[in-house]
């Protein structure tokens, strides 16, 4: 129980009530809201008695209202003693009583600051630990320094900004592994293919090597269909045109899986806005999380020619991406 102080939370009423003891008004402070009052202005101690307290009545005008916290506190002045003696006087029991309770108010006063947090401490070091009884610590500043405390609010941000990285970084993956199936499927296409084509041209040498008519023609023809160049179109000696053979479809089976590339635009730590990319082969690392722009993923896996045409001979030809002259990037979609 203190007995230096007593709180009330204001309800409109000028009166409060303070019991404990005290030296003189002047030793009594009112506080409201932690704001130091002034007596005869912002309010009265009237019925005081050292030992029995007093009421302080607010003034009109300074009354206040919930949810104010009112604290009436003693603040027993020690600058001075309460009696000063001097040589051949008498010695009263109540001058001595006086320079005792001085002494017994400020401990008590003291005692109940730190029980209570009812004041302000200021540069305090703990050469401890700190046990504050399962209570919460309130108004904790955000921390600065590597070695501060860190309040609740930045534990939060921290949290949001680590789901926020995390749910991007799995959408990043679900998009990068669903191109990879795409390509994957294509290739897989193309290889079929081939396979199909390598047993029509099993099916037609064996059929030119079994007629006992036109065999030269259709041995040709199974050559063709085994052996003919990519890209070149065939008739056969039956008159069916726009055959390709199985090496052209090997190749473009071959053609697909080289030309799966990554490529995702970044700043510099110049400012500078550049353009990275790596072929199938390359085993460079790239994070995806240094390809992102207000949130947005700036990076793809795909065809190689989203980058660059192709040449009639299937090399690398003019680059699809580039710069006007007003400095903004440019896309070219024609071949």
């Not at 006063?109 to 630990?129: F, P």
């Not at 320094?145 to 949001?160: H, L, Y």
């Not at 069916?240 to 030309?259: I, P, R």
């Amino acid at each position: 129980m203190a007995l230096t102080f007593i709180e009330y939370t204001a309800d409109g009423n000028n009166n409060k009530n303070f019991t404990f003891q005290s030296l003189k008004t002047t030793d009594i402070d009112v506080k409201l809201d932690g704001a130091l009052k002034t007596a005869g202005t912002h309010y009265n101690i009237t019925n005081y008695t050292p030992s029995g307290g007093g009421t302080v009545v607010f003034t009109s005008g300074n009354i206040p209202a919930s949810p104010v916290i009112i604290r009436i506190a003693r603040s027993t002045d020690v600058s001075t003693p309460r009696v000063t003696y001097t040589p051949g006087s008498s010695v009263k029991a109540a001058d001595l009583n006086d320079n005792s309770l001085q002494t017994i108010y400020s401990l008590q006063e003291e005692k109940d600051a730190v029980q209570n947090l009812g004041g302000t401490l200021t540069n305090v070091t703990i050469s401890g630990n700190l046990n504050v009884g399962s209570n919460r610590i309130t108004n904790v500043a955000a921390g600065i320094s590597a070695t501060d405390g860190v309040n609740k609010q930045q534990v939060e941000d921290i949290t949001t900004n680590n789901n926020t990285a995390i749910a991007a970084a799995q959408t990043a993956a679900q998009n990068s592994a669903l191109a990879a199936n795409q390509s994957a499927s294509a290739a897989a296409i193309s290889s079929t293919n081939a396979v199909t084509y390598s047993q029509v041209a099993q099916a037609a040498a064996t059929s030119a090597q079994s007629a006992g008519t036109n065999m030269t023609a259709q041995i040709g023809d199974a050559q063709k269909y085994a052996a003919n160049p990519a890209n070149t179109t065939f008739t056969t000696t039956a008159g069916v045109t726009g055959q390709l053979s199985a090496l052209h479809y090997a190749t473009l089976a071959n053609t697909y899986a080289g030309f799966t590339v990554f490529y995702g635009f970044h700043r510099t730590t110049a400012g500078a806005f550049k353009l990275d990319y790596a072929t199938a082969s390359d085993t460079a690392t790239y994070k995806v999380e240094d390809y992102q722009y207000k949130g947005e993923a700036q990076w793809h896996i795909g065809d190689s020619a989203a980058l660059h045409s192709a040449t009639s001979g299937g090399t690398q030809g003019t680059p699809r991406y580039s710069l006007n002259s007003s400095g903004h990037l440019i896309l070219t979609t024609t071949a």
